[in-house]
């Protein structure tokens, strides 16, 4: 049973910075390109950005290119994201999931709330 459990998402001021992780089973984790995803209220998910099955290449979206950083470790099966100069619009629910074709069964997410 897949299972797609994130962490770490919390209340940050701007500028601020945090560190999400995904912890996966279920699966064969090292197969796969991974990716973030966010859903903000009343949007549609998004995804943030992707890392590669075992080069570990990314690839990211515009607005957090340059603050954002996707990394993976197979041993532990669990992939990381970590964001700096955190803004406002960074406010999301974020997901882990695959990149391609995405598990149809999502974990719950992790709140992440940039405010002052």
């Known amino acids: 049973q897949v299972q797609l459990v994130e962490s770490g998402g919390e209340l940050v001021q701007p500028g601020g910075s945090l560190r999400l992780a995904c912890a996966t089973s279920?699966?064969?984790?090292?197969?796969?390109?991974m990716a973030w995803y966010r859903q903000a209220l009343g949007k549609e998910r998004e995804l943030v950005g992707s890392i590669s099955s075992s080069v570990g290449s990314t690839a990211y979206v515009d607005s957090v290119k340059g603050r954002f950083t996707i990394s993976r470790d197979n041993a532990k099966n669990t992939m990381y994201l970590q964001m700096n100069s955190l803004k406002l619009e960074d406010t999301a629910v974020y997901y882990c999931n695959k990149e391609d074709q995405p598990f149809f069964t999502w974990g719950q997410g992790t709140q992440v709330t940039v405010s002052s």
């Open positions: 279920g699966f064969t984790f090292s197969y796969y390109p």
